[in-house]
């Protein structure tokens, strides 16, 4: 099992970015798949996670992140928008068999490598 995270880069504050995650040896459509983030010298949080069809965002992304699917391509995306400096970090995607609004990086089974976003002011 590989998920491979993609799509991170520099942007200006107020920019957009989508990152992906791709999996191989596993379907995405039979897991809940999150993304989370790490800052330097902080823990790895949240950020959303799509889970049989339903997407949920930590308080920090809602209106300006967006999750999604393509189960032909396997892949999940996540959409962020009006970017901000706070936004910086490490975006980690992961694929967790539990169902809901999984938060806890410890239900997650799969993990990918990690690509940085860097939001400059």
């Known amino acids: 099992v590989q998920l491979q995270a993609s799509g991170g880069g520099l942007v200006q504050a107020g920019g957009s970015l989508r990152v992906s995650c791709a999996a191989s040896?596993?379907?995405?459509?039979?897991?809940?798949v999150g993304w989370f983030r790490q800052a330097p010298g902080k823990e790895r949080e949240f950020v959303a996670v799509i889970n049989r069809g339903a997407a949920y965002y930590a308080d920090s992304g809602k209106g300006r992140f967006t999750i999604s699917r393509d189960n032909a391509k396997n892949t999940v995306y996540l959409q962020m928008n009006s970017l901000e400096p706070e936004d910086t970090a490490v975006y980690y995607c992961a694929a967790t068999t539990r169902w809901g609004m999984v938060r806890s990086r410890l239900e997650y089974n799969y993990w990918g490598q990690g690509t940085l976003v860097t939001v400059s002011s």
């Open positions: 040896g596993l379907t995405f459509s039979n897991y809940g």
